[in-house]
Structure formats: structure tokens, C-alpha cells
């Protein structure tokens, strides 16, 4: 396929920059280019903008109509969305089609684009344009990777040029060369060497890709490009001219390598059912997930961590045009824009917030911040400190149905396939019966004997905390709270605590999590009363206590008595005529 020249249009296309960074200060203004996204929806695209707030009034003066209010908001401020969001896909395949290679004697490329020379093909390239649907996670700091899709598309650019050599004259010899013919043989795309898809010669290739039952690749945009030349050679032999001539031809292999983590999801669920009878579930992932609803209408359901915002790839905000003579800066027409994910000072949540479920357990690996993997310009509401993943999320729900559970993951369109976990979902959840007794007493202190029993069969329940918490188990966590102390009982199910100061004592059971018991057991609490005057020996302590404190008014009530008796007699005859 004989290649077109594009200079024409190149010129028609790309606007010579002075400067670079036009996009990269200003994006495109909502609603001013057709890439299927209302003005609303496109004005949340740029997180990496500078957010350079401007009133309404100048806006007008500016531009001469009104924004919305989501144009407005994100105009100062960067929008975030709780599920992953189509926008940054729709946006990067419209904006694919205004991506023109130059013509044969120009190779345009991004700067970034890994260039080879050859002996006619110069600044030859195949450079990735984005791999979608997908999203970048940032973890920590150090650590982001790029989460694809199992079925997907990659888009790139491929492109060159064709140095003809210069026509040379010598003695009576003269050269010449010529272009006949240059093309894009093939485009292929690669999983780890492997050919698994092909596309015929395009500047603009869009791949549709297929991949299962892997964990992560290494995904290689691969071009073919070939050129050949003619070369005429003609002696002047005086009343004759000779001519020879002979082809040259080249071919060059160019291409664009990414690191990706392939995004397929296989959800745990774990079921119990509270003795009130609600309804318990937990959902285990090993990867970063978004969520799951718990009814058909989706209107309950349970995120966690994760929030995501859209950034365009600055990579692409400039273009190269080179030819044999010349390079320019120029702004790009096209601008890939990916969804980034990233854990939230929000936190997990359950919704409805007032009357929804409850959140009751969240696990996962802790992680140090990720703040400065993301870059300027971005304000978001990322976490400031270490984190948990939150690879598993349990709730309390009055309703749950199971046939309409729904796990929805960080890479937009996949969802989570259920997956029976071994030692099966359900877990007994029962209640808990716990007692307290004053066992001992004296005037200082008193011992409480604590047990902890399973209310339907009566056997005792032994606890250690001390375990780290996995899903399942066969040792019992859990721990009993009483007069400030934390405690567990033995295997018994009994707990001995002593206390020294009179009150009223509450102990209260707090279990380990249903997700790693069977069966498991909801909290209970009991009370006792402790006071000295409970025993002989505290009412002796306390008459004692009551007299030794009255023994100075004893004292002197008696010396005022014998004084009085003393005194009393005499100054009644003094007083006599």
C-alpha cells in the first residue's frame, strides 16, 4: 500500500508553538471539540490543570456565553469520582482520530517516542497512545501500576521518514535516486513475545486484545516498515547514453513496550446471618477493588478505599515534526487521558450513610502513603499517612441478596466473577452468654469471675487475641472488657479479675470477626456490684473508720463535760445574797 503525502495537511493540523505547554496550561475549553462528552463531562478530565480560577463575569467577557456550574466547580478545583469513570476512554478514542502522521519526507512523534535511524528510514517509531480500558493505581510511592483490562483495545502511532539521497554527477556518470514505494507492512501487538493481534500497515493502528488466565505482561506495540528506492545510474558515452537501474530497498522493525497488570477479578463472598436476623456478608479480593452492591436496585452497597480522578498523559501534549533539515515543536491535536486510582482520607464507606449497612470489618496489606506518586497539580483527597487496601470489606445489612451480589472493580466495565471460597461461605453466627460474679471480697479489693459460654449449647468459649486475623481459622479471637482492663478466658471459657475500687462493674464481650469463626458469636455484657459494706469484716471497717474519725468530738464533748461539772457549783453559791 503506497503511502499519501500528509504535508498538506500537516500544516492545516498542527499550529507551530513557540513554546511548548500550551495544553498543558490550558486544555481544550468544554464543549469546543466533538469528542462525544457533554461540556459537563469533559470539564472533569483535567486534574492536572492549574486550576486558575476565573469568575463568571470574566468567563463571559472571555469566551461570550455562561459554563455550568460542574464547568465552574472544576475550573478551581479537581473533580474525583467514586467508580471509575468512562469519560477518560470515550475522550481518548474520539481524540485518537485527529492524530495525522507527516508524509514522506517528514516523521511526526512525541517526544518521548524511541527514534531509529537506518540507512533511508530516519526517526522511525511506534509509541503506545493509550491502553484501554485501564487504570493506574497508585499504591505507594514507587509503586503504580498500570491495571488493564482483560478485553481491551491499544492504540498507537507509527511513523517515519524516507532520506532520499542526494543526485551526484562525476566525469561523464551521473546519479539520481527516487522514492517508488514506502509503507506500514504490519502492526502487531505482543504479550511477552508473543503475536496476539495484528492490524494492516496504518499510522493509527487500534488493536483489540484478548487475555486470559494471567496475571501481568509485558504488552509490545510492534511495526514493520519498509521502503524502496530507485537508483538510475547513466553513462554518457558521447553518441549514446547508458543506463543502469538498480533498487534498494529497507526494512526496519520499530517498537513501543508497557508494563501492565492484567485485572481480572475473582471475589470471595463469605455469608452469616445475625440471630435478630440480619444479614451478614464479606468480600475478599486480593487486588484493589471498588466495591459491591447489595440488592437488585444497587441502591445499598459498600466501597472501599479507593477513589479515582482523570489526568490527560503529558507525554502527548507537544508533537515532533522532523524532516532532513528541521525540527518543530508543535501542540497536539490528540491527548490520551487515563483514570488513576488512589486510596482516599474518606475511607471505606457504606450507603446509604444514615439507614444503609454497617460497616463492621476492613483488612487488607498496610501501605505507606502514595502522595508523591501523583504529581503537580493534582488536588485530591489522598491519604497523608499509611493505609489499608482494603482487599476485604465485611458489612451488617438488613437485607442481602445474594443473587443480585455485584463486585465492581477499579478498572471501568470489570466486575468481580463469584467464586464458591473452599470450606465454603456460610458461617453460624450465634449469641454469646456472659456472666459476671463477685467471687472473693474484702475491705480493699474483690475478685470477679467472668465466663463466657455459647447461649444455645452451653460450651464454654475460649479466646486469644493474639493471632493475626486471617479469613478462616480454628483458634477464636476476641477479648472481654472490664474496670479498664482487657482480658480473655481460658479454656474454660473463665476470665479472674480483681478490682479495688468499689462501683458497679460492666464486662463487655467483644468477638473476633465471623469471618474467621465457626461458628461465631455476637457481643454480650453483664454487670456486677461491688461495695466493703458486702462483708463483716467491711461493716467492722467501716464502725471503726466512723469511730476513729468522731474520736476527736468523743474528746472533747467529755472534757467539756467534766469542765462544766468542775466549775458549775461555785459560781452558783458565788451568785447567792
Known amino acids: 500500500m503506497n503511502h499519501r503525502v500528509h504535508s498538506v495537511l500537516m500544516a492545516g493540523l498542527l499550529v507551530t508553538s513557540i513554546v511548548t505547554g500550551i495544553v498543558a496550561a490550558d486544555p481544550p475549553q ?81 517526544s518521548h517516542a524511541d527514534l531509529e535511524d537506518g540507512v533511508f528510514i530516519d526517526d522511525a ?96 506495540l510492534e511495526a514493520e516498515i519498509s521502503a524502496r528506492l530507485k537508483k538510475t545510474t547513466r553513462f554518457d558515452q558521447g553518441n549514446r547514453t547508458d543506463v543502469d537501474v538498480t533498487y534498494r530497498t529497507e526494512s526496519r522493525n520499530v517498537s513501543d ?98 439507614d444503609g449497612p454497617e460497616l463492621i470489618e476492613t483488612w487488607g496489606t498496610d501501605r505507606p502513603s502514595p502522595v508523591d506518586s501523583i504529581g503537580d497539580n493534582v488536588n485530591i483527597d489522598i491519604v497523608n499517612q499509611s493505609y489499608t487496601t482494603t482487599y476485604g470489606v465485611a458489612v451488617r445489612a438488613e437485607t442481602v441478596d445474594r443473587e443480585a451480589l455485584h463486585v465492581a472493580g477499579i478498572v471501568r466495565g470489570v466486575n468481580a466473577s463469584i467464586a464458591e471460597p473452599d470450606g465454603g461461605s456460610e458461617r453460624q453466627l450465634r449469641r454469646s452468654n456472659l456472666t459476671v ?51 480473655e478466658t481460658n479454656e474454660s471459657g473463665v476470665a479472674i479479675v480483681t478490682i479495688d475500687e468499689p462501683g458497679i462493674y460492666t464486662a463487655n464481650y467483644h468477638p473476633g470477626s465471623w469471618l474467621g469463626h465457626d461458628p461465631a458469636y455476637v457481643s454480650d455484657s453483664a454487670t456486677a456490684r461491688w461495695h466493703p459494706l458486702g462483708t463483716i469484716e467491711g461493716w467492722f471497717a467501716l464502725v471503726f473508720e466512723v469511730g476513729w474519725q468522731l474520736l476527736p468530738f468523743f474528746v472533747m464533748f467529755y472534757a467539756g463535760k467534766r469542765l462544766l461539772r468542775m466549775l458549775g457549783p461555785e459560781d452558783i453559791f458565788q451568785q447567792e445574797p
Not at 472533569?44 to 461570550?64: A, F, K, M
Not at 539520481?176 to 492490524?199: F, M, Q
Not at 515532533?320 to 491527548?335: G, H, K, L, P, Y
Open 437 to 487: 460474679k463477685l467471687l472473693e471480697q474484702n475491705q480493699s479489693q474483690a475478685t470477679l469471675r467472668i465466663e463466657l459460654q455459647d447461649n444455645q449449647t452451653g460450651a464454654s468459649i475460649t479466646l486469644d487475641d493474639t493471632r493475626q486475623y486471617p479469613i478462616r481459622g480454628t483458634t477464636r479471637n476476641g477479648y472481654i472488657t472490664v474496670a479498664d482492663q482487657r482480658v
Open 125 to 220: 517509531h511506534a509509541t503506545i497512545f493509550a491502553v484501554q480500558p485501564s487504570t493506574r493505581g497508585h499504591l505507594e510511592s514507587g509503586e503504580t501500576p498500570l491495571y488493564i483490562a482483560p478485553n481491551g483495545t491499544m492504540r498507537g502511532f507509527v511513523d517515519y521518514r524516507v532520506r532520499v539521497p542526494n543526485g551526484s554527477s562525476s566525469g561523464n556518470t551521473t546519479i539520481e535516486w527516487s522514492l517508488t514505494e514506502h509503507e506500514i507492512e504490519e502492526v502487531r501487538l505482543k504479550k511477552d513475545g508473543e503475536t496476539i493481534a495484528t492490524e494492516d500497515g496504518t499510522h493509527t493502528p487500534a488493536l483489540d486484545y484478548q487475555i486470559e488466565d494471567d496475571w501481568s505482561a509485558n504488552l509490545t
Open 30 to 110: 468544554p464543549g469546543t471539540e466533538e469528542n462525544g462528552l457533554t461540556e459537563n463531562e469533559s470539564a472533569t478530565l483535567w486534574s492536572r490543570d492549574s486550576d486558575n480560577y476565573i469568575s463568571q463575569e470574566e468567563y463571559r467577557q472571555r469566551y461570550g456565553e455562561n459554563r455550568s456550574a460542574v464547568h465552574q466547580v472544576a475550573n478551581g478545583a479537581d473533580v474525583t469520582f467514586k467508580r471509575p469513570p468512562a469519560t477518560a476512554a470515550t475522550w481518548t478514542r474520539n481524540d485518537f482520530e485527529d492524530l495525522d502522521a507527516g508524509g514522506a519526507d517528514t516523521s511526526v512523534h512525541p
Open 257 to 354: 513496550a508497557i508494563a501492565v497488570e492484567i485485572y481480572d477479578l475473582s471475589a470471595y463472598p463469605y455469608y452469616a446471618e445475625y440471630p435478630n436476623g440480619d444479614a451478614g456478608v464479606a468480600i475478599f479480593q486480593s487486588r484493589p477493588w471498588q466495591g459491591y452492591t447489595l440488592t437488585e436496585d444497587g441502591d445499598a452497597r459498600v466501597r472501599g478505599v479507593w477513589r479515582f480522578y482523570t489526568v490527560r498523559n503529558t507525554n502527548w501534549d507537544t508533537l515532533v515534526q522532523s524532516n532532513q533539515t528541521d525540527r518543530t515543536t508543535v501542540e497536539s491535536d490528540a491527548i490520551p487521558v487515563y483514570v488513576h486510582a488512589y486510596p482516599s482520607r474518606i475511607g471505606p464507606r457504606a450507603e446509604p450513610v444514615r
